[in-house]
């Protein structure tokens, strides 16, 4: 899975255009945070087909930036304090985080997350969760 970052103008309805592109392009999306910024709404979006959400984006009035990158997805237990352990594991191994989500239970008893390091600690976060490439 890939995060695809959007930086478009903060106006009334752009969510829906953004989210009406990407099911026009069958596009699912796996998880999404998006926030207002002055005059920017910034969407980072989690999706297991960057390139047509890429392609789709690009009718989406008023895009000003667009960026796609790679994440590392674990599975974690799911119970208090797991979230915990993961990213103490990262902080040990001073990795810089940009994003982090919660894309869903897997059952009653494990959880994906997903985090998104800056680019050149990519290699480091997946050495510090054990995921192989």
């Known amino acids: 899975m890939k995060e695809i970052t ?8 752009t969510l829906a255009n953004i989210a009406e592109a990407l099911g026009g392009a069958g596009v699912n999306i796996e998880a999404i945070s998006a926030y207002g910024q002055g005059t920017n709404a910034i969407f980072r979006m989690v999706t297991k087909d960057p390139t047509s959400a890429k392609k789709a984006m690009d009718r989406v009035p008023g895009v000003k930036e667009m960026s796609v990158a790679d ?24 990795v810089d985080l940009e994003s982090v989500y ?3 239970k897997t059952n009653h008893d494990f959880t994906e997350v997903a985090v998104k390091p800056v680019e050149e600690h990519l290699q480091l976060a997946k050495d ?6």
């Not at 237990?77 to 797991?82: A, D, L, S, Y």
């Not at 510090?128 to 490439?133: F, Q, R």
Request: net charge positive.
């Open 102 to 104: 919660i894309l869903g």
């Open 128 to 133: 510090a969760l054990g995921v192989k490439d």
């Open 6 to 13: 959007v930086i478009v103008e903060n106006r009334i309805g």
């Open 71 to 94: 994440i590392v997805v674990v599975k974690m237990p799911n119970r208090p304090g797991e979230l915990g352990k993961i990213t103490r594991k990262l902080a040990n191994r001073k």
